[in-house]
């Protein structure tokens, strides 16, 4: 009869069965508890964290995990503080003329000569001359002379916001340089620098987007929280006022209102009548979430308790009522600022905004209108359309970032 040999030990620990039984983790119940892996104290400091926190702070913690907000963040800030700054950043003055650049194209900054060796920012100088059978302009680089680009350098004379005289740019060639110029983005068909332009006109374009949508805000908020808070026939009135004025295609509208302006009037004055324009047409959107905001607030515990402590109506509105839902507001505002900027830019691009001398991104692509422009000059157009697109997107992407922070129904 034949006898089976018992396992050893060895020959049991190495079986697949005995793999996969140690493979397999333990039951539940013989697992070591959350406190032992230290799991549920950490859980613990964090609900402990969020319930402590402050609205302000969740809204952040939330903001800062939304990436494209962030960017958007950034470029907005980099762009006000370029428009902020703008005699500074820019290397000349916007009506300076180089009457040998006239149409330009960019100027390549290298760090690396003809022969690969590694230099501090510079540029080659440039020779122009003419297409014998078109007769254009041809700028071709001279590898024999070199012109280090400088930073912090010497150049004309400005007052910065027109208060402090100086003579220092953020960057530029030597001041004994005369002959040559640097064209980060080209020059215009008057020998005008582009970037210096754009700079400029970043101050306009993007103030005006921020102080026409603050006004829209005071009429928005105003008008909404009287119609929201009173309702009967004011709410009646208010309500057919703004379905009259969003019946009205926005264009045309502004269209109108623009050219009922004095086409002698100075920077200054056509500057406040543009934005009074875009805000009088952009008001109404504000006024409609405002009035919903109060219709369902109006009614809440800490409303009905400020009534009874003897608050005025306008400080239950302005103290109690609208800062409840002002991380709401911020985000709306966010959203609506682009809208502003494109109005001007469409406006001024139709000569219905602002005109010259004014410098705004809308009159920068006045130049890119004639067939000439678009194909001796494409940088005229990219330039100033680079720019008002990239701010549009900015914008959109921190609205959207701000609105998921500000969800107080979002996880």
Request: with cysteine.
């Amino acid at each position: 009869m034949m006898t089976i040999p018992e396992p050893q030990d060895n020959d049991l620990r190495n079986s697949p069965v005995m793999a996969e039984a140690e493979a397999c983790p333990p039951p539940i119940d013989e697992m070591e508890p959350l406190e032992v892996l230290g799991v549920e104290p950490v859980l613990a400091q964090e609900e402990e964290r969020l319930y402590v926190a402050g609205q302000w702070q969740l809204m952040w913690w939330k903001f800062r995990k939304h990436k494209m907000a962030i960017m958007g963040g950034i470029i907005l800030i980099v762009f006000y503080v370029i428009g902020a700054f703008c005699e500074f950043v820019a290397p000349y003055d916007p009506e300076a003329y180089f009457i040998r650049y006239k149409m330009a194209p960019p100027t390549p900054v290298r760090i690396f000569d003809t022969m690969g060796k590694l230099h501090t920012p510079f540029i080659y100088h440039r020779d122009r001359s003419k297409d014998p059978e078109t007769l254009r302009d041809i700028y071709a680089e001279n590898p024999e002379t070199r012109y280090p680009l400088r930073f912090f350098v010497k150049g004309e004379p400005y007052k910065l916001w027109g208060l402090f005289a100086t003579e220092t740019h953020l960057f530029g060639l030597a001041p004994d340089v005369e002959d040559q110029a640097v064209f980060l983005l080209g020059a215009d068909r008057m020998g005008r620098d582009l970037f210096s332009r754009l700079c400029y006109g970043a101050r306009l374009s993007l103030s005006i987007g921020l102080v026409g949508v603050f006004l829209s805000l005071a009429l928005g908020i105003v008008l909404g929280g009287i119609s929201g808070y009173y309702g009967g026939r004011v709410d009646t009135i208010i309500q057919r006022v703004i379905e009259f004025i969003r019946t009205i295609p926005t264009i045309p509208l502004w269209m109108a209102l623009s050219a009922a302006l004095p086409a002698d009037w100075p920077v200054i004055k056509m500057y406040f009548g543009i934005t009074i324009i875009l805000s009088l047409v952009g008001w109404t959107g504000m006024a409609r979430v405002v009035r919903g905001r109060f219709l369902s607030l109006r009614q809440d515990d800490f409303v009905l308790a400020a009534r009874l402590c003897g608050s005025s109506e306008m400080r239950i509105i302005l103290r109690h009522m609208v800062p409840s839902f002002l991380s709401h507001i911020i985000a709306s505002l966010t959203l609506s600022i682009p809208g502003q900027i494109l109005g001007e830019t469409g406006l001024s691009y139709l000569g219905l905004g602002l005109r010259a001398p004014a410098i705004s991104w809308g009159v920068l692509l006045q130049e890119a209108q004639n067939v000439r422009s678009l194909i001796l000059a494409p940088w005229l157009l990219f330039g100033p359309a680079v720019c008002v697109v990239l701010t549009v997107f900015a914008y959109n992407f921190l609205g959207d970032g701000l609105r998921d922070a500000a969800d107080p129904y979002a996880r």
